[in-house]
């Protein structure tokens, strides 16, 4: 009997085609809708739109709290059958590598950072892995252990992808690990587009060693018999018109309310009649009733940035509409962002000077700057010079692959499909 057939899909963070159409070997294809890394990475999963998943953002709103939690990690968040489960049903083995919401997910490998935040300060740096002698094993294989510092915050670089894309080879060449499907994430790329933007130097500097990983990983797949994908999960575009501050809009309208803390003004999601869970360049309006709808979306229609203010039918219609999405899901111009804060900085919240992605009810890229006094992130939005969420013409991602995909993919979708196919046939 001949060995199994083995695929490696790479998720690259922010690979546009604006960065790689002068290289012949990449194509474009559409986006998903919004475009940004938890709504992408369960699209891919499932092969299904947001209104089906549910992933209709990074960080969501759960009604039955009252709460907004970012980055949370159960793959329960995402609803819906998995584009590998008959594979796996026939024996084929699968794997996950630094995928948004893996915990908990019915596969036969899995690694995603899961440091544990102590109560004194500080954290004990850990990787949740599945088998759980795994991560000992990628240690003592990498000659050193994943460092979180590099994965977000102002220290977030290269570093990170580095210890990834080792862990990647170090798992394809294991006779104890090494599953048929292994699905993993690259992440740098995206901090230096942010930063600085997709036409600066340094994101050109950054562009040049994804594809030096690119390099490797196709060496590596040779080596242990993998073919593989290469996908963008979205485009970055230069900000040109800065952030926009749809909460402040709103708590001027007397619609957002906050809860005065020793000066500090904190949520209040309890009275608040209408807020904005910001992601990017898009954002979900929540409301408290009708007329709480009407009234936010005639601030927000008025607020300078914004191009969209989609009610729910419209939703519908972007594959968006879900019991997750808000009452109304606002888009931002091109070169336009949205930013959390409902405060200035003298009011602002204890969270807001730190890297906390858990507790800001809202995306912060200003965590990728360090701010004054020393230990803090910047308050300053003029120093974000990326962003991402819009799709249509000029925002494609990039992709390419050893397997020969006829028809040839359109979307972001079609590339999931392609694997569900490759599944299929190598099973």
Known sequence: MSAPKKLLVVDLA???????????EFHPA????????????????????????????????????????????????????????????NGGKVGLMFWQQSMGEAVDLLVTPAPIHKHSGGMIQSCYTQPTGLETYLNETIGRPFNLMNYWGPLANHKSSDWIVDAIVAVMGSPDYAPELLLTYIPHLDYDLQRHGPNSDEAKKSLDVVLGYLTRLKAACADFGYDWIFVGD???????????????????????HVRDIRDMAYT??????????????????????????????????????????LDREQQAARGLAHARSGDLVIVAENGAWFAYPWFEK??????????????????????????????????????????????????????????????????????????????????
């Not at 922010?14 to 012949?24: E, I």
């Not at 947001?50 to 970012?70: E, M, R």
């Not at 979205?234 to 957002?256: K, S």
């Open 14 to 24: 922010a690979l546009g085609w604006n960065l790689v159409s002068h290289l012949p």
């Open 346 to 427: 003298k009011e602002a919240p204890d969270y807001a000077s730190h890297v906390d992605i858990h507790n800001k009810p809202g995306y912060d890229p200003c965590e990728l700057y360090f701010g004054w006094p020393p230990g803090s992130v910047s308050f300053d939005t003029r120093k974000i010079h990326g962003s991402h969420g819009n799709v249509g013409p000029g925002f494609e991602i990039a992709w390419t692959s050893s397997l020969p995909l006829e028809p040839q993919p359109q979307t972001f979708l079609d590339l999931a499909k392609a694997t569900q196919q490759w599944m299929e046939a190598a099973r």
């Open 30 to 89: 559409q986006a998903i809708f919004p475009a940004i890394t938890c709504t992408a990475q369960a699209s891919f999963r499932t092969a299904s739109l947001p209104q089906q998943h549910g992933l209709i953002a990074n960080g969501l709103f759960f009604k039955d709290l009252t709460k907004v939690l970012f980055w949370e990690q159960s793959s329960t968040l995402v609803e819906g059958p998995r584009i590998w489960e008959r594979f796996r049903a």
């Open 234 to 256: 979205y485009a970055i575009e230069p900000v040109t018109r800065g952030a926009i501050f749809p909460n402040r809009a709103l708590r001027e309208a007397g619609l957002f």
């Open 268 to 309: 209040d999601f309890f009275t608040s009649r209408a807020f904005a869970v910001v992601d990017h360049q898009t954002a979900n309006v929540y409301c408290r009733d009708a007329a709480s709808t009407a009234a936010a979306r005639e601030v927000l229609s008025k607020l300078e940035g914004v191009a969209e203010v």
